[in-house]
């Protein structure tokens, strides 16, 4: 095996010209040093594997150097001075790191704080490294903001987080705060790019770019990535590590692919939508990551549109791009924003809803039905039919009944602008437009006896749940027997009934009873009402074989 030491750590850079992506932040702190002008407790922040904790043992080094304390003496990259070997090995006597994360209570900050008053013993400065800072409890925070109140010159903090906004005010104001950046992609690549060579790694460009990619900003993310790439590599012996290899790894969908499933969808083929996206199935995507790539190619198209062009600070394959600006033609930025919304309330879905297999099938079809939706109505203002859609989108309809505000003409701004109008307004609008009318979820069982459509009348009564129903929008909840297409095929139906188009929606809530057990119930309950009737129970004895088994009332008109 060519590493026994995890290239994360193995490449943790041990001086400041090392660290990547940071350099404003290094240029400031290691000049202040210099000066002599330290704060008493720095505050680094950033999300998780940006070089935090590398950073905080960084100034440990620099605060502690020897080269700056005594100018005969000397540290380089390729020589350093014991203390920031030291620093190093995680052995220096006066520098002390703390994990915020297992170490939450005032006992262990007490302890800090007691070693706190005694000098440092061989350094300058004594320097506590606490990460994951905003783990601490109250109590800890109160213990340690007494020492930041008032540190002994030789006594220096250095506070690590992720989450800065958890960290009370008292501590924020006494620390000189460092945001760390996200590093970009190229710069990430770069790096990566480097070990790769080093490591004697045949991972292939396109690779890399998918690595540096999908490490969204964190270095420490990409480099382990690529540690288990080489470790792969090594072990099955293979030539070169190339992008399909790493999807693999991954889960990852070939985003191509994606593309040419949306290019499905915006043609508004239902059919090679479904082909398409099994698949993926077929290989067993992530569903969650499979919605979020949609979302990402839906952002570069919006891009492609709005702006004209794609450029963006992703490095994107050129394959990839092209495809993006071919499926952007003859696509409406509206449509982008309805795909955008159903996608982020499907990635919702994915909470409540077990089957994923479903859940992706259903988002496919409703998609190649929302494109074009203003086409299809030529009766109703775009407007209008947009702000339908939207509240298709809303999850708590209640929201939506008390308000009362002005109606406000626009697409999909901001969830503000879509509570504007409630659903009652729409409906009566397109009252006298309809042919047929529906009044209750009753009425539509009656339509589909009516309609001859046998299949969709039992599913209606025997698998569905409703939990509300208004004229154009139904929320119901179902059962596993229901038909995979229902939506569809109800929804389809019930427009080519009213001339509307209705909203269906799963909902979180339990609804009522089936009406199938509704009527059960209602059979029940007569039977027994029966059964208690003298004229029937004289009957009964009678016939003592015989049992009540159904009820009819007699019509009195
Ligand atoms: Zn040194």
Not at 1 to 7: S, T, V, Y
Not at 470 to 480: H, L, P, Q, T
């Amino acid at each position: 095996m060519k590493q026994n030491k995890i290239l994360a750590l193995k490449y943790r850079p041990q001086v400041f010209e090392d660290l990547i992506g940071q350099e404003i932040l290094t240029k400031t702190i290691t000049n202040a040093i210099k000066i002599g002008k330290t704060p008493n407790a720095y505050l680094l922040t950033g999300i998780r594997g940006v070089g935090k904790t590398t950073t905080a043992r960084l100034i440990a080094k620099e605060l502690n150097c020897e080269k700056n304390i005594s100018p005969e003496k000397n540290c380089s990259k390729d020589k350093a001075c014991d203390s920031c070997k030291e620093i190093t090995n995680s052995t220096h006597i006066d520098v002390l790191e703390m994990d915020a994360a297992s170490k939450t209570g005032i006992d262990d900050v007490r302890d800090l704080i007691e070693n706190s008053k005694y000098s440092p013993t061989s350094a300058k400065f004594k320097i506590f490294i606490i990460d994951e800072v905003h783990m601490l409890s109250k109590q800890a925070f109160n213990g340690l903001l007494k020492t930041l109140e008032e540190p002994p010159p030789s006594l220096k903090f250095i506070l690590a987080t992720t989450e800065v906004k958890k960290i009370p005010i008292t501590i924020l104001s006494r620390c000189q705060r460092f945001d760390l950046k996200k590093v970009n992609i190229e710069e990430i690549l770069k790096h990566l790019e480097l070990i790769s060579k080093k490591e004697n790694g045949n991972v292939s460009s396109k690779a890399l770019k998918l690595i540096s990619q999908v490490s969204e900003g964190s270095v420490r993310d990409g480099i382990s990535l690529l540690d288990r790439v080489i470790t792969y590599q090594n072990v099955s012996s293979k030539n070169e590590i190339d992008d399909n290899d790493i999807r693999e790894m991954l889960g990852l969908a070939d985003k191509t692919k994606i593309i040419k499933l949306l290019k499905e969808i915006f043609a508004g083929n239902p059919n090679n939508a479904i082909k398409t996206l099994e698949e993926f199935l077929i290989h067993g995507i992530d569903a969650k990551h499979f919605l979020n790539d949609i979302l990402q190619i839906l952002s570069l198209i919006n891009r492609k549109l709005s702006l004209g062009t794609i450029n963006d600070d992703k490095i994107l394959p050129e394959e990839e791009v092209n495809l993006i600006n071919s499926v952007s033609e003859g696509i409406s930025i509206n449509d982008i924003g309805l795909f955008w919304q159903y996608t982020i309330k499907t990635i919702d879905d994915l909470r409540i809803i077990n089957d994923e297999e479903i859940i992706l099938k259903m988002f496919v079809l409703q998609l190649t039905h929302l494109k074009g939706i203003e086409s299809n109505s030529i009766n109703n203002s775009v407007s209008e039919i947009s702000n339908k859609v939207e509240t298709k989108i809303l999850k708590d309809e209640e929201d939506i009944q008390e308000n009362k505000l002005p109606k406000t003409k626009s697409q999909l701004k901001n969830t503000e602008q879509i509570k504007t109008k409630s659903i009652d307004q729409l409906s009566s609008k397109n009252q006298n437009k309809s042919s047929v009318n529906i009044n209750s979820f009753e009425d539509i069982v009656s339509l589909a006896v009516n309609e001859n459509e046998i299949e969709l009348k039992y599913d209606l009564e025997r698998n569905v749940k409703l939990v509300s129903f208004k004229r154009g929008k139904i929320d119901i909840s179902f059962n596993e027997k229901l038909n995979k297409n229902f939506i569809k095929i109800l929804s389809e139906k019930l427009h080519t009934w009213t001339g509307e188009r209705w909203i269906i929606s799963l909902n979180k809530k339990i609804g009522s009873k089936t009406i199938f057990e509704k009527k059960n119930e209602k059979k029940k309950n007569e039977i027994s009402e029966a059964n208690n009737n003298e004229k029937i129970k004289a009957l009964l004895e009678v016939f003592d074989d015989a049992n009540l088994i159904d009820v009819k009332k007699e019509d009195n008109s």
